[in-house]
């Protein structure tokens, strides 16, 4: 068990470009979450996988934000045209399924997204 | 839909004294409730957690928690604290059915002084 890996763990970069993320959960975790955490907040729900589907996209994620995980394995989170407001810390985690487990979280060291 | 509020900010303690982090929440039904710990440049990691049964779970670390339905809260004690434990401490609630994400409160920043 490696835990759950994130790359990179920082990214600077300028507004208006597109920046992308990389989540790589424990091997026989089936779904993955996403969430952004900002200075002084605790993390807020973006979207969450069930191997490959999609489940449920907070509100949050604007159209600007893509997440896939396309063989259920590894996922990928895109912000395209980044403003500053983007700027936070990008967490992902995974776990069992519901039931088995599943209500344990396990979160990577996250990915800080500077803005500039 | 499930939240968590976290009154204190920040709070500052004397190592070897004791330590109470106060979580309130709200949730229509019996609620799966955890306390997650975040040392800078961490990750979150679990200290505890209530799905059911005693009301008074025990944690890693020394940490022990208090499931009380009637006040809606899970307060996360510690008797002695350690300068180890500064750290920000999170408590989450789990939706069931519907919505399984975890909501996170705002966070409680702990101090320990020498």
């Known amino acids: 068990d490696t835990g759950v890996s994130q790359n990179p763990r920082h990214k600077i970069t300028k507004r208006g470009q597109n920046v992308t993320f990389r989540c790589d959960p424990i091997s026989e975790h089936n779904r993955l979450y996403w969430y952004r955490q900002t200075l002084g907040q605790g993390p807020e729900f973006l979207t969450y996988f069930q191997n490959e589907a999609q489940l449920e996209k907070s509100r949050l994620l604007s159209d600007r934000f893509s997440a896939e995980r396309p063989k259920g394995s590894f996922s990928t989170l895109e912000i395209q045209r980044t403003e500053q407001g983007d700027s936070a810390m990008y967490l992902c985690a995974s776990s069992l399924d519901p039931g088995q487990g599943g209500e344990k979280l396990f979160f990577g060291s996250g990915t800080q997204l500077s803005v500039l | 839909a499930q939240s968590v509020t976290q009154p204190d900010i920040h709070i500052t303690v004397s190592e070897g004294a004791s330590l109470e982090l106060r979580c309130n929440y709200s949730y229509g039904a019996t609620p799966y409730l955890f306390w997650y710990v975040q040392s800078p440049g961490q990750g979150l990691q679990l200290l505890l957690k209530y799905f059911s049964g005693d009301t008074l779970v025990q944690g890693i670390k020394g940490f022990e928690a208090e499931f009380k339905r009637s006040q809606s809260s899970f307060n996360l004690r510690k008797p002695s604290v350690h300068w180890s434990d500064a750290a920000e401490y999170f408590c989450?609630?789990?939706?069931?059915?519907?919505?399984?994400?975890?909501?996170f409160g705002k966070g409680t920043k702990l101090t320990v002084n020498p």
């Open positions: 989450a609630v789990l939706g069931q059915g519907g919505s399984e994400k975890l909501v």
